[in-house]
């Protein structure tokens, strides 16, 4: 049963994401979760189904969630991901300089957007 002392935990070493809960003075401990994103991320983009980019944030959010879940029992876990679209299709992070400025030139002028997802999970159940 969650209570207002039920442990709560960020399934992220996002340094963005922690100042915002210790900031609403929430008292979070951190345990990034180890899903492999990029499996994920292929096998949804190979998997034929319409899979939007905003789909694609929520479900990383929510393995990320589940898989942080199942190791802490009686924990609140947030799990949280974003991604960036460009004409539907989802931008990596850039593993090099010349891949970075290929994005940055690709975004230049362009309008593109940041899909955020945030997912509540207690005992494996995604409660939001």
Same mark, same amino acid.
């Given at each position: 049963?969650?209570?207002?002392?039920?442990?709560?935990?960020? *399934?992220?070493?996002?340094q963005?994401?922690q100042?915002? $809960?210790?900031?609403? @003075? $929430?008292? #979070?401990?951190?345990?990034?979760?180890?899903?492999?994103?990029? #499996?994920?991320? /292929?096998a949804?983009?190979? @998997?034929?189904?319409? #899979?939007?980019?905003a789909?694609?944030?929520?479900?990383?959010? /929510?393995?990320? *969630?589940?898989?942080?879940?199942?190791?802490?029992?009686?924990?609140?876990?947030?799990?949280?991901d974003?991604?960036?679209?460009?004409? @539907?299709?989802?931008?990596?992070?850039?593993?090099?300089?010349?891949?970075?400025?290929?994005?940055?030139?690709?975004?230049?002028?362009?309008?593109?957007?940041? /899909?955020?997802?945030i997912?509540?999970?207690?005992?494996? /159940?995604? $409660?939001?």
């Amino acid at each position: 049963m969650i209570s207002p002392h039920t442990p709560l935990i960020l *399934a992220s070493a996002s340094q963005a994401r922690q100042s915002l $809960l210790r900031g609403a @003075g $929430l008292e #979070v401990r951190i345990q990034p979760s180890d899903i492999a994103e990029t #499996v994920i991320r /292929e096998a949804l983009s190979e @998997g034929g189904q319409d #899979v939007t980019p905003a789909d694609v944030a929520t479900i990383l959010a /929510e393995a990320k *969630a589940q898989d942080v879940s199942g190791k802490n029992p009686d924990c609140l876990v947030i799990g949280g991901d974003q991604v960036l679209d460009i004409d @539907g299709d989802i931008l990596e992070k850039p593993d090099s300089i010349a891949a970075a400025h290929r994005q940055l030139s690709r975004l230049n002028g362009q309008r593109h957007r940041l /899909e955020s997802a945030i997912v509540c999970a207690y005992n494996q /159940e995604t $409660l939001w």
